[in-house]
T-cell receptor, first 114, second 116 residues
Framework: DGGITQSPKYLFRKEGQNVTLSCEQN?????MYWYRQDPGQGLRLIYY???????QKGDIAEGYSVSREKKESFPLTVTSAQKNPTAFYLC?????????????FGPGTRLTVT | AQKVTQAQTEISVVEKEDVTLDCVYE???????LFWYKQPPSGELVFLIR??????QNEISGRYSWNFQKSTSSFNFTITASQVVDSAVYFC?????????????FGAGTRLTVKP
């Protein structure tokens, strides 16, 4: 089955530690995205990538970093510089890097930093 | 700047009732795209529909229907004869063709609870 996988489902870290969230897709989609969701709020874009080895900052990129070395993979690192990292993180992909296309989402990773 | 407003934070209905979720958007672009997503308790967003700004025709898919009205900048979603499985958070989203960011703007979501 084609889809997007995110692992792990739940992640716990101590403050001051970097943590990397995994996102893999086998849909052969060009574009990939990372969103953050806080309780009672919509999704906010962290980073997006339209092609391999290229990525752009979204609205809330500070304290985060990404890489896109393979088409299938778009890992997100939450660094210790992120002031409030506890949130639900969603990865998405779309067929083409165009605003006209719908995005398909993974199951998300819930990160808790204490 | 593009903006999406979902004024209804939470809605609760009894099974078999019809329910409409409101979505109002703001954009200066003439070419834009509107979307609805469903987020069940599992957390994964499920794509429901996409509309472009040049297509105002309403759409029906089973118990779901969408009413797009450019005159009022609204893209409302109606569930007919609601079922318990419809319980979820529903998001409306907007993307502009001319935007510098290749992103989609989401509303805050409406939590729908359907009681048996």
């Amino acid at each position: 089955d084609g889809g997007i996988t995110q692992s792990p489902k739940y992640l716990f870290r101590k403050e001051g530690q970097n943590v990397t969230l995994s996102c893999e897709q086998n849909l052969n989609h060009d574009a990939m995205y990372w969103y953050r969701q806080d309780p009672g709020q919509g999704l906010r874009l962290i980073y997006y990538s339209q092609i391999v080895n290229d990525f752009q900052k979204g609205d809330i990129a500070e304290g985060y970093s990404v890489s896109r070395e393979k088409k299938e993979s778009f890992p997100l690192t939450v660094t210790s510089a992120q002031k409030n990292p506890t949130a639900f993180y969603l990865c998405a992909s779309s067929t083409r890097p165009s605003r006209a296309y719908e995005q398909y989402f993974g199951p998300g990773t819930r990160l808790t930093v204490t | 700047a593009q903006k999406v407003t979902q004024a209804q934070t939470e809605i609760s209905v009894v099974e078999k009732e019809d329910v409409t979720l409101d979505c109002v958007y703001e954009t200066r672009d003439t070419t834009y795209y509107l979307f609805w997503y469903k987020q069940p308790p599992s957390g994964e967003l499920v794509f429901l529909i996409r509309r472009n700004s040049f297509d105002e025709q309403n759409e029906i898919s089973g118990r779901y229907s969408w009413n797009f009205q450019k005159s009022t900048s609204s893209f409302n979603f109606t569930i007919t004869a609601s079922q318990v499985v419809d319980s979820a958070v529903y998001f409306c989203a907007l993307s502009e063709a001319a935007s510098n960011n290749n992103d989609m703007r989401f509303g805050a979501g409406t939590r729908l609870t359907v009681k048996p």
